[in-house]
């Protein structure tokens, strides 16, 4: 009896969940015109259609399928004993706007975030739309480098219900009708050492690190901190730091590293702490231990007392050291290494009877490859005559900064990139590719406006102007033309400069020029003094290279000068000294020395009793740190001229762009000199476009009695902007004040100094 009514209850069931119906209609509770395609697609498939028979099973299979659209968040459904199904569609609501909103320091772009959603406004939501659209934001995050990111939005799903609820993010209120995908990027707030490692100085393992953590770049004054997304960790720079952490000692294979959420009120974004943890390094399994000698092995580049020195800083010879001591001393001779340019060198560290023996592997260079671009149009040699390190050489970074200075030196390149490639443990090859700059030339000059009197306005312009052609055959050829205009003092000169280094693959540059200068009344600044109306020169100048950086300069002028009395002067004039350049630009220096100092003389070819000799010296210094370059000029000169009362009478000059900004151009003249400039540059822009606010200071004096130098000076000082502008180099104005607090406008191209 059981049984049969066992049977008899599974068939009815069955029967019921099977049961079958006529569809005489079909209808919808709410538009869904929106949806309508893919609804209508969906029952078709299942063969809910008008006129067909339909069982249970069926239309609850089809309602499975169309809750997959996204638009819906729930779908119900009547069907009477008519045949008349009724479907019940709840919608999702109805977005009539998106926003993005970021926690933090748009690491990304607004518009670039909209750009990757896709979401249909004016009809529900669509839910598959609105995943594809966080996950798109995410992606985007991820292939910029940034994985610690959070996003989340006002869209709320609790139980059967999915709303929008109305905010306020970033003092911005939105309603219920407005989705807002909200972004909160994190970035790394600070370092937590625990465990053995919390024995270690926090402070010291940061800076070692190299990371603007929040915490610090918060505390800083706002014109030295870095940009604000320097403090976010990106892949690249987590890579950073675990390369910084491989290269500190303290750290052992089980050291732990993480990354922990924390909450900082004052931050909009979200915060992060590096957090390592784990055991120090082992040198010695138990601790103290005596160290009765120290030794090194392997050493080749360092006197091994300074090895010493600091190793026994930490380590005193038969005294109970600890295994942090070790540690220690192990860092610093890592230091003394590190500091003196061999960053590549390799020492490890052991403990054996009472003796400390640590074992140095001084990497070599291996390979150097040169690659130079499809387009590149610099001859091999003067590119290879520029790569200052060489294979077989213990590896030392210095060797790869002057590298780098050399080539920029140039003005020829606008980069370089160099590879450094493992070619075995104690062997480190370097690819280097020059990237050559394509701009067509360089402007340089300047102009500044004095008040004329009793004539017209535009005769108070005083200029200089230069266009420098660089390398445009490739053989290390500087071409310029260069022009002066002094309407008030009534005087204007051309000329054209020539410079080519490493001269058909020697150690030789050489610069040769030609200059005329034309002045109806010969009242006009020249080197002889004033009294003559056009003077044409000729010169050459040889420059040897004994060392990197390092020359021995020449010069050859021969000067015809036609005075106003219609006479002709022929003067014969030269130099020699010895220079050193190490500046990385010769256009917008930030680091370098310069160093100059040259005899020099001249003579008056018919009488040699009337001549000239004396000594210039000028040195120069640019220093950056964070955003700010500083640089400096002193430049010192005297003169001896055998009669002063003869037409060959040479003078120095200060004045102008190059020298003291805001006055004339050789607003003083004389046989002694003395200038010092110093710019205090700030880096607002570092785009297509670079531009620099500028606070400076010039002082200059040209006087026959030395004495008087101090006495009777000229000043500028004040502030300006310069930027550069492709195909043209830099270009600057400002406002300045001179002794007597008279304010007055300048312009430039180029550098000052």
Do not use: C
Not at 10 to 34: E, H, K, P, R, W
Not at 181 to 192: A, P, R
Not at 439 to 463: A, I, R
């Amino acid at each position: 009896m059981k049984k049969h009514f066992l049977l008899f209850a599974i068939f009815f069931i069955a029967g019921f969940a099977f049961s079958i119906t006529l569809l005489n209609d079909i209808s919808y509770n709410v538009d869904i015109s929106y949806a309508a395609t893919d609804v209508e697609r969906v029952l078709t498939n299942y063969g809910i259609q008008e006129g067909t028979y339909v069982g249970d099973i069926d239309i609850r299979l089809a309602i499975q399928e169309i809750l997959k659209s996204g638009y819906f968040t729930s779908v119900s459904y009547n069907l009477d004993e008519n045949g008349n199904l009724e479907l019940i569609f709840k919608p999702n609501p109805i977005v009539t706007n998106y926003e993005v909103e970021i926690l933090g320091d748009e690491l990304i772009n607004k518009e670039n975030i909209r750009s990757s959603i896709s979401i249909n406004t004016n009809i529900p939501l669509n839910l598959n739309d609105f995943q594809t659209s966080m996950k798109n934001i995410q992606d985007l995050y991820i292939k910029n480098g940034y994985q610690f990111v959070d996003i989340y939005s006002n869209l709320k799903m609790t139980g059967d219900e999915i709303t929008l609820e109305a905010t306020e993010i970033n003092n911005k209120e939105y309603s219920s009708d407005t989705l807002v995908f909200i972004v909160k990027e994190y970035s790394l707030w600070d370092l937590e050492l625990r465990g053995e490692l919390s024995q270690l100085d926090k402070e010291d393992i940061k800076e070692r690190i190299g990371f603007d953590f929040r915490k610090d770049w918060n505390s800083k004054f706002f014109l030295f901190r870095p940009n604000a997304k320097e403090t976010y960790p990106s892949f690249q720079k987590v890579q950073n730091i675990l390369n910084s952490l491989n290269q500190i000692p303290f750290f052992s294979a089980d050291t732990n590293l993480r990354f922990e959420v924390t909450e900082i009120e004052e931050n909009e974004g979200g915060e992060l702490l590096l957090v390592l943890e784990g055991n120090l390094r082992k040198i010695v399994p138990e601790d103290p231990v005596i160290i009765n000698k120290i030794s090194f092995i392997g050493n080749e580049s360092l006197e091994e007392f300074r090895l010493n020195e600091v190793v026994n800083e930490f380590v005193p010879l038969g005294n109970p050291v600890s295994n942090l001591d070790l540690l220690y001393a192990y860092d610093n001779l890592q230091k003394v290494y590190y500091d003196n340019g061999y960053i590549y060198t390799l020492i490890t560290p052991k403990y054996q009877d009472n003796e400390l023996i640590f074992e140095i592997t001084e990497p070599k260079v291996g390979d150097v490859e040169i690659t130079q671009e499809a387009t590149a149009k610099t001859k091999p040699y003067i590119v290879e005559s520029l790569v200052k390190i060489k294979p077989g050489e213990v590896f030392n970074q210095q060797k790869l900064q002057d590298t780098y200075t050399s080539f920029m030196g140039t003005g020829f390149f606008k980069d370089i990139k160099i590879q450094p490639i493992q070619q075995a443990e104690d062997v480190i090859g370097f690819k280097i590719t020059p990237i050559e700059s394509g701009k067509l030339g360089k402007l340089m000059g300047g102009v500044t406006w004095t008040l004329p009197e009793d004539q017209e306005w535009y005769q108070g312009f005083t200029g200089e102007l230069e266009v420098q052609f660089l390398n445009p055959f490739g053989y290390g050829q500087t071409f310029s033309l260069n022009s002066a205009l002094n309407p008030m003092r009534n005087y204007y000169s051309v000329g054209f400069d020539y410079d080519v280094i490493k001269l058909a693959g020697s150690n030789l540059n050489l610069g040769a020029g030609i200059h005329y200068t034309v002045s109806e009344d010969g009242e006009y600044y020249s080197n002889i003094g004033g009294y003559a109306t056009n003077y044409l020169s000729l010169s050459v100048a040889p420059r040897y290279s004994i060392q990197d950086f390092s020359y021995i300069t020449s010069s050859f002028t021969y000067n015809n000068y036609k005075l106003v009395d219609e006479s002709n002067l022929n003067v014969l004039s030269g130099s020699a000294g010895y220079l050193y350049n190490s500046l990385d630009s010769p256009y917008r220096p930030h680091n370098g020395q310069y160093f100059q100092i040259n005899g020099i003389g001249g003579v008056e070819t018919s009488n040699t009793d009337n001549y000239y000799i004396g000594a210039t010296t000028e040195g120069k210094l640019f220093y950056s740190f964070y955003k700010f370059t500083l640089g400096s000029r002193l430049k010192l000169g005297t003169v001896y001229n055998s009669n002063s009362d003869s037409n060959l009478n040479y003078q120095f000059n200060v004045g102008g762009m190059y020298s003291v900004r805001t006055s004339d151009f050789y607003a003083q003249e004389g046989e002694n000199l003395l200038l010092f400039n110093t710019e205090l540059a700030y880096e607002l822009a570092t785009s297509q476009v670079p531009l620099d606010l500028i606070a400076y200071f010039d002082y200059g004096s040209a006087q026959d009695d030395v004495s008087k130098l101090f006495d009777d000076s000229i000043l500028s000082f004040g502030g300006g902007l310069r930027f550069t502008v492709p195909l043209l180099g830099q270009i600057g104005f400002g406002y300045g004040w001179d002794e007597a607090l008279n304010g007055k406008v300048w312009f430039g191209f180029g550098q000052t100094f």
